[in-house]
């Protein structure tokens, strides 16, 4: 089984899109879909929010938060995703699904 979470087509931030959406950050994955009833919706994800780490590992791109999930994660398993909504650091509780 492969880690799941619920969450389609995020966009990696760039220096031009961390401006144009005036962050602090230009880093990061934006979560700009998130699956009705999957983990990232059961666990409160929103549009818009900003996934910059997991388990306190940095994410900076979505292939690091690829990587990270697929070598240190297990379905069913719950990790905490440090992100960034309305520029207030929130860390969120997660279990991760399994890709249907």
Do not use: C
Request: aromatic share 10%; hydrophobic share 40%.
């Amino acid at each position: 089984d492969y880690p799941y979470l619920g969450i389609s087509s995020p966009e990696e931030i760039t220096l031009a899109l961390a401006e144009e959406l005036g962050l602090q950050y230009a880093k990061g994955v934006l979560v700009t879909f998130v699956v009705e009833g999957g983990p990232a919706d059961q666990a409160g994800m929103e549009l818009g929010d900003l996934l910059i780490a997991i388990n306190d590992s940095e994410i900076r791109t979505f292939g690091e938060m690829l990587s990270y999930l697929f070598n240190y994660v297990e379905p069913g398993e719950e990790v905490v995703f440090t992100l960034v909504r309305n520029d207030e650091q929130i860390d969120l509780p997660f279990v991760v699904g399994s890709r249907p």
